[in-house]
């Protein structure tokens, strides 16, 4: 089945220490996107990438950056996690462009800052 | 005001009953409406997608939007223990596809 995966479903850092989260879909969306999304909170849009187009949201940390070397995989990278930064991060793709297709979900990695 | 407004409950049901959920919202710019439910430690999974004002039924789900009120529901008839989840609403703009999430609301059905 066509899905978007997230590798790994939980990671374990520390303090400052660089983390890098991946995502997968094979989907063949153009749009996908990156959202934290903290403990009885809504998901919250970090940047979402429109093929090589790079868009961050601007309330997103600068600790936060994002590459997407080709379709199909996307990272996060936190360069210097603190303690706020533990929370459920979620992929999503959209096809269509800006058609507002509706986002297909991963299912998330869990981060834990120690 | 938060852009979109979600009781967090939570609501427990006896099994069988009908469950009601809704969002309302301020921007009145948004024209699609999207329903997920995300299960514990799973992302959210796309349940209902509806444009502009109406009813959209599949199955047991019925979604409704009405966009004079800026006020979305969703309906589950016949409730299953499986239905136990918590439920997020979410609307986007026609000409963007930047989507705004309700907070979700903790859904519990007992057997």
């Known amino acids: 089945d066509a899905m978007v995966i997230q590798n790994p479903r939980y990671q374990v850092t520390q303090f400052g220490k660089p983390v890098t989260l991946s995502c997968s879909q094979t989907?063949?969306?153009?749009?996908m996107y990156w959202y934290q999304q903290k403990s009885s909170q809504a998901p919250k849009l970090l940047f979402h990438?429109?093929?090589?187009?790079?868009?961050n949201e601007a309330d997103t940390p600068d600790n936060f950056q994002s590459r997407r070397p080709n379709t199909s995989f996307c990272f996060l990278d936190i360069r210097s996690p603190g303690l706020g930064d533990a929370a459920m991060y979620l992929c999503?793709?959209?096809?269509?462009?800006?058609?507002?297709?509706?986002?297909?979900f991963g299912d998330g990695t869990r981060l834990s800052i120690l | 005001q938060k852009e979109v407004e979600q009781d967090p409950g939570p609501l427990s049901v006896p099994e069988g009953a009908i469950v009601s959920l809704n969002c309302t919202y301020s921007?009145?710019?948004?024209?699609?409406f999207m329903w997920y439910r995300q299960y514990s430690r799973k992302g959210p999974e796309l349940l209902m997608y509806?444009?502009?004002?109406g009813n959209k039924e599949d199955g047991r789900f019925t979604a409704q939007v009405d966009k004079s009120s800026k006020y979305i529901s969703l309906f589950i008839r016949d409730s299953q223990p499986s239905d136990s989840a918590t439920y997020l609403c979410?609307?986007?703009?026609?000409?963007?596809?930047?989507?705004?999430f309700g907070a979700g609301t903790r859904l519990t059905v007992k057997p």
């Open positions: 999503a793709t959209s096809g269509g462009g800006y058609s507002n297709q509706p986002q297909h």
């Open positions: 989907l063949n969306h153009n749009v």
């Open positions: 990438y429109y093929d090589k187009d790079f868009n």
């Open positions: 921007n009145s710019a948004f024209q699609y």
């Open positions: 509806t444009y502009s004002s």
């Open positions: 979410a609307m986007s703009a026609s000409d963007n596809n930047d989507m705004r």
